[in-house]
């Protein structure tokens, strides 16, 4: 099992940026996909980016690509989401999340079990 703890939230202009931490501890020898999601008021939870511990390959949400970049340090086993040119409508609460896997098979909430209590964002026009 692996604990996820988020930081780096807060609030933020449109147009600027937030690096979003999310540190893991526990069974972290194991291969794992990671994820960031989120989850603004009254909406469903949706995928953001996917990361595979082994190889570090990305996927992102269509929406996202070109301005936020999902990022790994394994030997501090610590994820990452830098957001640039955030919008009002990125306002949300993130989670980061992690299924043991060696690949990513999308962004689908569904497919992780362990998650972490959530950093919220809000971006003001």
């Known amino acids: 099992q692996v604990h996820l703890v988020e930081s780096g939230g807060g609030s933020v202009q449109a147009g600027g940026s937030l690096r979003l931490s999310c540190a893991a501890s526990g069974n972290t020898y194991s291969s794992y996909c990671m994820g960031w999601f989120r989850q603004a008021p009254g909406k469903e939870r949706e995928g953001v980016a996917t990361i595979a511990t082994r190889g570090h390959n990305t996927d992102y949400a269509d929406s996202m690509k070109g301005r936020f970049t999902i990022s790994l340090d394994n030997a501090k086993n610590t994820l990452y989401l830098q957001m640039n040119s955030l919008k009002p409508e990125d306002s949300a609460m993130f989670f980061c999340?992690?299924?043991?896997?060696?690949?990513?098979?999308?962004?689908?909430?569904?497919?992780?079990?362990?998650w972490g209590q959530g950093t919220q964002v809000t971006v003001s026009s």
């Open positions: 999340a992690a299924a043991r896997s060696v690949h990513c098979y999308g962004l689908d909430p569904n497919l992780f079990p362990y």
